[in-house]
Structures are given as C-alpha cells and as structure tokens.
C-alpha cells in the first residue's frame, strides 16, 4: 500500500512507539548490564563508576576499566545464587505441568460446549484474571492456613485428624501459580482446539478408531502449538515471579526473583542484583525468543 | 448435543469452582464481624467503615487511580500506534526487534523490568514518584494494548481502508474516519485492559515509586504481610466490584456498538 506507507503519518505511526520502547524497554537492559559490571558503593548512586560526560573522554576510559566482571564470578561462588536459580525453574516447571494437567481438561470441555455457550465460558474465564493478582495470591493465604478454610473444612468431614501443613511450603507456591496463571493456559489450548474439524475425529471414530487413540493421535497434535503457547506463557514469567513465593512460601523457599527482591531492597547491593537480573534474562532469553517467533509466525497466518 | 459429554461438564464446573472460590470466600470474609478471617461470626460492614477511616489506604487508592489513568490513555495511544505498524507496515527497518520489544514485556518477570526501569531513571537523574510510576506502567500496558489491537487489525478488511485512500482521503482522515471507528472496540478493551493492569501491579510500582507515591496494591501488600485482616478483604472487595463493574460496562458497550453496526449494515444493504 503506497499511498498509506510513505507518509508523516505512517512514519509517526511506526517511530513513536519505536522510539518509546527503545527508551524504556531495550536501553535499561543496557544500563542494568552496564551497572552489574561496576562494584558497590556507599554514595547515592550506591555503585562506582558514575559515568559523566563532564569527566571527558579519559574519564571515561578510566571508568570502563574499572568495569570487572567480579559479579558474575561471585554469583558463581555463592552457592544461594546458583540454588536460587535451579529451584525457579524448578518450581516453574512443576507448577507449568501442574497448570497443563488442569487446564487442558477445561479448555477440552469448553471446546466441545454447546456453541452458544462458549462466549459465556470464555467471559468466565478471562474474568478472574481483571481482580488483582495480588488479591487472588492474598485470597490464598486464608485458605491454606493451619487454622484455614480448607482444614476446618477437611478436618470437619474427617478426611484428615490433623491440619495439613500447605502454607509456606512449596506446595502453596505451586497452587499459586497454578491459580494465577490458569487462564493464561486455558486460552491458547481452547483457542487451538475450537478451530479443531471434528469431522477427523468422527472419520477416525467411523474407522474403528477407540476414543482414547483418536485423541492422541488426532485432538493432541492438533492442539500442541496452544500447549506450547500456553506454557511459554506460564513458565517464563513464574521463574521470576516474587509475589507468590513471597506470600505462600516459606522462609527457606528459594526463588530468584526473591532473592533478587532481597539484594536490591533489603541488601541494597546494586551490582549483584544487576548481575542476577543479567543472569536471569540470560536463562530466559532463548524461551522468550521462541515465544516470540511462535507469535510473530501466528501473525504471518492470520494476515 | 451429544459432545458435551459428563467429563466434559464436570471438568469445566470444577474448573471454575477452582477459579472462583477463593475470590467469593475473600468477599464473604469482608463481611465477617470477627477480625479472624477464618471463623464466621456474624454480618458486618464495619471494615469498610474502618477502610474508609483510613487514610493512608485512600491516598493510595487516590495515587492509584491517577496513575492508571494517565497510563492507561497513554498507553492505549502508543499501543495502537505499534499494533498498526506491526500489521500493516510489513517491512521497515529493524521491524524484527520491535516486535521483539512488544512481545518480549508479555513475558518478561516483572523483578527484571522493575529494576531495568528503576536503574534507568536512577542514571538520569530522574525523581522517582507519580511520574516514574506512569512512565513504566505506560511501557508495560501498552504492549498489551498492541497485542489486543493486533487481533483486532489481522481480522479487518483493507478493502474499505483503501476505497477511502483512493477517493482521495488523507492518511491521517482515513485512519479517524475509518479504521479508528472499526477497531473502537478493540482500542477500547486494550484500554479497560491497561487500566486494570496499572491498578494492579505492585512489583514494578515498588522498584519505580519514591516518597509520596504509594500506590494500593504496594499499601495492601505491606499490611498483609503483617497479617490478614478483614480490613483488606473489604478493600480487595472494592477493589473487585470496581474492576467488575468496568467490565460488564465494557461488554454491554461492546455488544451495542455491534448490534450497531449490525443495523448499519442492513439499512445500507436495504438501502441499495
């Protein structure tokens, strides 16, 4: 389209949100990559070198060789860090096969609903996810406590003689994150299988194909991009999720994004926590790469 | 039908009684005399009394609202300005990373973009405040807006857009006369989207926020973890029926626009 691609309009069009993402998106990696390299100080910033144009340009090479990579090597000594790391994705890859296990049922069953009904279930759905997810965490919390709603009421049908113990293990962590990101799961699953041609399932069937076969040979395949959508979409951001270990799980429960939490508000160390969030990203760079090449190749089809 | 199985119906019944329990017990609990949040003890609104008494909570909440506003708007602005460019602009330069800079935030942990947006406007020399809070709930939200918008772009008929290029209309005219009044109910959820969004982060509005700019969920989050009181289940209540309210209004605005344009098309087929 010439006419709408060669004018100012266009050219805004494209440039403002370019430029607004490159500022405070891509440029603040820079400067977190940048301060991970530098060492603690007590000063405001807490961290030297302090670059300045007003030092001039041997200034400047003076402050970038003091630039060491000191961080990642204390990272690597430190056991808490590398234990840090391994149980998030611990932690995430449990609670992703947790969330896969539950939410592929709903989404199945919201895919074979009378039609007239899935705007509706899918209302329902996507709706929790509008209340605060810092209330639905919090909503948890009375739930899974010793004296909690869920003991009172196990312990009042005699399923159990006493409370179980949920709260600030990592179990809550995993209804946690179960919780919160479920909708994300049940989207992209329901979305892959609505498409689905039931008549293959029916030709199959007609075949002398047993249900359970055709599932797995037929409805699964069909629906994997939406399984592989749907946990990029839950793994990724609960290996640094802070809130949900923060408020379910115990004192020794290990995540990164505590412990980069901790360091930069409770240590005030700067650089080791530029250098964890580095690292982090590090870890995640090739799941967010594929998420994104997933979304862009579901674009190139739906234009 | 006969493919809506019993497992089928059961598996969705138990699923949203997963999704939704947690959320009625919390608001039945802001309703309870005691202060335990677990034992019922008889009907009371007096937490919302007391949460309006409180003074620190409702400047939070005023801090708040502001805040999602502004960011919401601007936000849904830039947010529709990169959907259009990722539809409709095929090739430009360096169009790979900027849809990796849209996507990327989706997914990002909110400790990394937190502290990325923190140490930038800590090495500009930047107040943090109202103001850094806005600027980083607009970069997160916006790209939720692009994504909603995006949809709504991919399913549109270029035709109608080209037809009013061709009889001569501006880019800028086409686009307000023509695309705007299409895509209004996508533009519009991405914004109901944003502002929710914004209302509800506190990761990212705890590494961005300075003195004077507490937003809710950072005072909600403080008291919890002293403890749960019925106090904040009355505020998470409000909290709910606000956001609640939004969205049915939302939908019902949605489907009228629809039924609308539904009308439209009909009188102008009949019109022929």
């Not at chain 2, 949040?37 to 609104?45: I, N, P, R």
Request: net charge neutral; aromatic share 12%.
């Amino acid at each position: 389209m010439k006419a709408l691609g060669s004018s100012i309009f266009s050219r805004l069009v494209i440039i403002v949100p370019y430029v607004w993402l490159l500022l405070f998106f891509l440029i603040p990696f820079v400067i977190v990559f940048r301060i991970s390299l530098s060492t603690t100080a007590i000063a405001q910033p807490p961290y030297e070198p302090v670059f300045s144009l007003a030092d001039g340009l041997s200034g400047i090479i003076d402050n970038i060789r003091q630039l060491s990579f000191d961080n990642f090597v204390w990272l690597t000594e430190d056991a808490l860090y590398f234990n840090a790391y391994l149980s998030s994705i611990k932690i995430a890859g449990i609670s992703t096969l947790l969330t896969l296990l539950i939410a592929y049922p709903i989404a199945y069953g919201m895919a074979q609903a009378p039609r007239t009904w899935r705007p509706t279930l899918l209302m329902l759905v996507i709706l929790p996810f509008w209340t605060s997810f810092l209330i639905r965490v919090y909503a948890w919390i009375a739930i899974l406590k010793p004296e909690g709603l869920l003991n009172q009421s196990l312990l009042s049908i005699g399923v159990i003689s006493e409370p179980l113990i949920i709260l600030n293990t990592n179990w809550a962590i995993y209804i946690g994150i179960v919780y919160s990101y479920l909708p994300f799961m049940i989207l992209p699953i329901y979305s892959a299988l609505e498409k689905m041609d039931h008549s293959l399932i029916e030709a199959a069937q007609d075949l002398g194909c047993p249900p359970m076969t055709a599932f797995w040979k037929i409805t699964f395949p069909l629906s994997l991009a939406g399984v592989v959508a749907g946990c990029m979409l839950v793994f990724i951001p609960a290996v640094g999720e802070f809130v949900i270990p923060d408020l379910l799980g115990g004192s020794q429960t290990l995540m990164i994004g505590k412990t980069l939490w901790n360091e930069f508000n409770s240590n005030r160390d700067w650089p080791v926590s530029a250098a964890v969030a580095t690292v982090l990203l590090l870890i995640l760079v090739v799941p967010i790469v594929f998420f994104q090449n997933m979304q862009a190749k579901a674009d190139e089809k739906g234009r | 039908m006969t493919r809506w199985s019993r497992f089928n119906i059961v598996s969705v019944v138990l699923g949203f009684a997963f999704l939704y329990l947690p959320i009625v017990l919390l608001v039945i609990f802001s309703f309870n005399e005691s202060k335990l949040v677990t034992v019922w003890a008889g009907f009371s609104t007096k937490w919302y009394v007391s949460l309006f008494n409180n003074q620190g909570l409702m400047d939070a909440a005023w801090v708040t609202i502001r805040v999602a506003l502004l960011s919401a708007t601007v936000a849904t602005v830039l947010g529709t300005m990169a959907a259009l460019s990722l539809v409709r602009y095929t090739r430009f330069r360096g169009r790979m990373l900027f849809s990796g800079m849209v996507y990327a935030p989706l997914v990002m942990p909110e400790v990394i973009t937190g502290l990325s947006l923190l140490l930038l406007f800590v090495a500009v020399g930047f107040d943090r405040g109202f103001w850094t809070v806005t600027l980083a709930h607009i970069t997160l939200t916006m790209c939720f807006v692009a994504v909603v918008v995006q949809s709504r772009l991919l399913s549109f008929d270029r035709s109608i857009e080209e037809a009013a290029l061709d009889l001569g209309a501006t880019p800028l005219r086409t686009f307000f006369e023509v695309t705007l009044p299409i895509i209004a109910p996508a533009v519009f959820s991405g914004w109901v989207l944003a502002f929710t969004l914004s209302l509800d982060d506190l990761v990212i509005a705890s590494f961005t926020s300075g003195p004077g700019a507490t937003t809710l969920p950072m005072k909600i989050y403080s008291q919890v973890r002293l403890g749960v009181t019925p106090e904040i289940n009355a505020a998470c209540t409000l909290l709910i029926a606000l956001v609640a309210i939004g969205v049915v209004i939302a939908s019902i605005v949605t489907k009228q626009r629809e039924l609308q344009r539904q009308r439209d098309e009909q009188a102008a087929f009949a019109g022929r």
